[in-house]
């Protein structure tokens, strides 16, 4: 089970508490957190789950494969340093505390 904290970008926060197996996108379209879209249901082809991680993580998050970097110059709010595309984080024990901020818009 992981904690994983959803932060919006008018300060709203949801916290919600996750079993495998999920991704950090997934927990959002459960429990009905507004700000993920997913619109290809977590294939990385849309864009439209795009994170930032918050600057204080140090959680070991799985690496950035090519498709990911790629579809993640495409997201309708620019990429940053800790731009993700939540469909690509896979909820473990190891992400219990993750905090991701909520970007303007996906699309
Ligand atoms: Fe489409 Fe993540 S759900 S890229």
Redesign the pocket.
Known sequence: MAKITYKHPGGTVTVVDLDAPN?V?RGAKLNNIDG???????????????VFIDQDNTLPLPEMDSV?DD?LYGTAVPRCDTSR????LPVTDALDGLVVHLPEAQS
């Open positions: 991704t996108m993920i879209e997913a619109q290809c249901g977590g294939s990385a082809q849309c864009g439209t789950c795009h990911e579809v595309l939540s469909c690509q």
